[in-house]
């Protein structure tokens, strides 16, 4: 819970914070006020530990070829570049950032 806190109050004005996996059971406090006047997307994600098992197996035994989905590689100094590149869905599928 602390750290879905700690998001909220981080994240810039219009910004995204994604929670993935579990908190705690019960309720927890969320900081409404500042979702709302921060203009925040706020997204929860689960896996399942079976699936992504799964997926690991297939990916290490060469069933899955993951390199396929790479379109576009940039320096990390192009950062800013890679990302607008990675946001438009019409020209990418992943952008992998190199340390060059």
């Known amino acids: ?4 806190a700690a998001a909220i109050a981080s994240v810039r ?4 914070v994604v929670q993935v996996g ?9 900081a409404a006020n500042a979702v709302m006047a921060k203009e925040i997307n706020l997204n929860g994600t689960f896996r399942f ?3 992504f098992n ?5 990916i290490v035994g060469g069933d899955i070829d993951v390199l396929k989905l790479v379109t576009a590689e940039r320096p990390l100094a192009s950062a ?3 990302f607008a590149l990675a946001a438009d869905r019409s020209q990418s599928v992943k952008v ?3 340390a060059d």
């Open 13 to 16: 004005r219009g910004g995204t």
């Open 22 to 30: 579990n908190l705690p059971g019960g309720q927890i406090p969320v």
């Open 1 to 4: 819970a602390a750290g879905l």
């Open 96 to 98: 992998v950032l190199t």
């Open 80 to 82: 800013r570049d890679a």
């Open 49 to 51: 530990g079976a699936e």
């Open 54 to 58: 799964q997926a690991v197996d297939l």
